[in-house]
């Protein structure tokens, strides 16, 4: 599978890349993959093991007369986004990604491409593989479940690894070097709320709203994008005026992932059917203006459904949850004052759901300051607590605090100017780099992350400009090449 991307050059970082492709690995399954690269570890005849949680290290001993330079940790997950378009069949936990190459950039058929983090895993083992790189001591460390909960750097065993310098090869922009990234927490709000049998007099409505971009909660959260979740939210809250029941919605897939798609049925009386319809016809029309050629795509359908045994929520119950969910934060909070352009706190609306009178929801709070963090959280837990829902603020991991004045970053510069010929600039990001994880576990660490250009990342629209694989590439070498002159 994927026999084109042997092809491609640089060689060595697209053979990896396909054993990627090739090899299923959604959070939570990446054992097949771990599998592979010990097997593939043996027959290099470097040194792997495992700790406790089962993030993988492989080590390679310097390049003899090296011995004396600098320790390089070289850090990427192993695990990517599983996003499919509707209605394209894809077993993430089985099926390969199948990629394809339009106009200098690889994209996948109908899914996430996975070149989050897997250009930077590539990258990695193409590194240890290279026969023809002078370096100090490596050690390669692939952590588990990032996307999902960070779990593996949250776990990472202490006290176990041995270098001084790490380079994250999981960012998304080429000619960028970042030195610092938001911390932040999962809220998970869950309710069992009371309904009542379908009336006589009451008809069931279909609502679906598709056709948005989705992409990175984080990094994407300042783009003119649509959240599925808040504007489905929204029609739902101007048919509560005509007195409908919330009988079921799904919206959404990942707390990480900016939603592309929800859905919910409604029981209104069927008396104000033709005018629900009219309301769902006009706020389309709203909506597609409001969001303009940010996110153009969106379709807000609206179908009488046939009667079935749905039972609606009471009418209370959905007025009071159509509320706290049309109340609640979603977006960009506050800009940062101190790194211009860059998102201070933010949250997204990412997972919700109702089904038989369980109400769920997954949103993802971020901050560059991790007390901000906590009080969005606990904006959560003040609105949501007052229908008497559950409440839980869970995975919070802290951010990394940015050290301009980092010697690794001082080589990075200037090595980036002797071969690219310009200075790259350097950021902050507003995701959750496992850079903020690792730091407080090893403190003494110096950081410093960079990739290669990746667009439409935790969507279906994902790709990964090739040619800025291969300045990628030459810069990691380069870079490990006078690392290993210190």
Same mark, same amino acid.
């Given at each position: 599978m994927n026999a084109h991307l042997a092809a491609l050059e640089p060689r060595l970082v697209w053979q990896h890349f396909r054993t990627l492709c090739n090899t299923p690995r959604p959070s939570g399954h990446e054992a097949a993959l771990v599998a592979t690269l010990e097997a593939w570890a043996d027959a290099q005849g470097l040194a792997h093991d495992r700790d406790a949680f089962g993030n993988l290290r492989i080590r390679k001993p310097a390049t003899p007369g090296c011995e004396g330079a600098p320790g390089i940790v070289m850090q990427g997950h192993l695990d990517m986004v599983a996003?499919?378009?509707?209605?394209?069949?894809?077993?993430?936990?089985?099926?390969?990604?199948?990629?394809?190459?339009?106009?200098?950039?690889?994209?996948?058929?109908?899914?996430?491409?996975?070149?989050?983090?897997?250009? $930077?895993? #590539?990258?990695?083992?193409? +590194?240890?593989? !290279?026969?023809? /790189?002078?370096?100090?001591? &490596?050690?390669?460390?692939?952590?588990?479940?990032?996307?999902?909960?960070?779990?593996?750097a949250l776990n990472l065993a202490e006290n176990w690894l041995e270098?001084?310098?790490?380079?994250?090869?999981?960012?998304?922009?080429?000619?960028?070097?970042?030195? $610092?990234? #938001?911390?932040g927490a999962? +809220?998970?709000? !869950?309710?069992? /709320?009371?309904?009542?049998? &379908?009336?006589?007099?009451?008809q069931l409505l279909s609502l679906s709203l598709t056709g948005l971009k989705g992409g990175h909660s984080g990094m994407d959260i300042h783009q003119p994008l649509g959240n599925a979740n808040r504007l489905l939210v929204r029609v739902l809250w101007a048919l509560d005026a005509l007195d409908a029941r919330l009988v079921s919605y799904q919206g959404g897939t990942l707390r990480n992932a900016i939603p592309r798609e929800a859905f919910a049925q409604v029981a209104l009386p069927a008396d104000d059917?033709?005018?629900?319809?009219?309301?769902?016809?006009a706020l389309a029309k709203t909506l597609k203006a409001e969001l303009g050629s940010g996110d153009s795509g969106l379709v807000l359908t609206a179908q009488r459904a046939e009667q079935a045994d749905a039972e609606p929520l009471t009418r209370d119950a959905s007025a009071m949850l159509l509320a706290a969910l049309h109340a609640a934060p979603c977006g960009v909070e506050r800009m940062s004052a101190d790194v211009p352009g860059v998102v201070e706190t933010s949250n997204n609306l990412g997972v919700l759901s109702v089904e038989e009178g369980r109400f769920h929801l997954c949103a993802l709070v971020r901050s560059l300051h991790d007390s901000a963090a906590e009080a969005m959280a606990g904006r959560f837990q003040a609105l949501f607590g007052l229908m008497g829902a559950r409440v839980k603020v869970e995975n919070g991991y802290p951010g990394w605090a940015p050290n301009p004045e980092s010697p690794l970053l001082?080589?990075?510069?200037?090595?980036?100017?002797?071969?690219?010929?310009?200075?790259?600039?350097?950021?902050?990001?507003?995701?959750?780099?496992?850079?903020?994880?690792?730091?407080?576990?090893?403190?003494?660490?110096?950081?410093?992350s960079f990739g290669p250009l990746i667009r439409g990342a935790h969507s279906p629209d994902e790709r990964v400009e090739m040619a800025s694989v291969a300045e990628f590439w030459a810069m990691l070498r380069d870079l490990v090449e006078?690392?290993?002159?210190?």
């Open positions: 996003q499919a378009n509707a209605g394209h069949e894809h077993d993430f936990t089985r099926d390969p990604i199948r990629t394809v190459v339009k106009e200098g950039w690889l994209h996948a058929e109908g899914t996430t491409l996975g070149a989050d983090n897997g250009m $930077g895993v #590539a990258a990695i083992l193409a +590194v240890l593989e !290279d026969p023809e /790189l002078t370096h100090g001591p &490596l050690e390669a460390l692939f952590t588990l479940e990032e996307e999902t909960s960070m779990g593996g270098g001084s310098l790490l380079l994250n090869l999981d960012s998304e922009d080429r000619g960028e070097v970042y030195i $610092g990234c #938001a911390g999962d +809220v998970v709000v !869950d309710a069992q /709320l009371p309904s009542a049998a &379908l009336q006589e007099d009451e059917m033709d005018a629900a319809l009219a309301t769902v016809e001082a080589t990075f510069k200037t090595r980036h100017a002797a071969l690219m010929g310009y200075v790259p600039e350097v950021k902050v990001i507003h995701a959750g780099l496992e850079c903020g994880i690792l730091g407080s576990k090893y403190p003494h660490l110096d950081m410093i006078a690392l290993a002159k210190k």
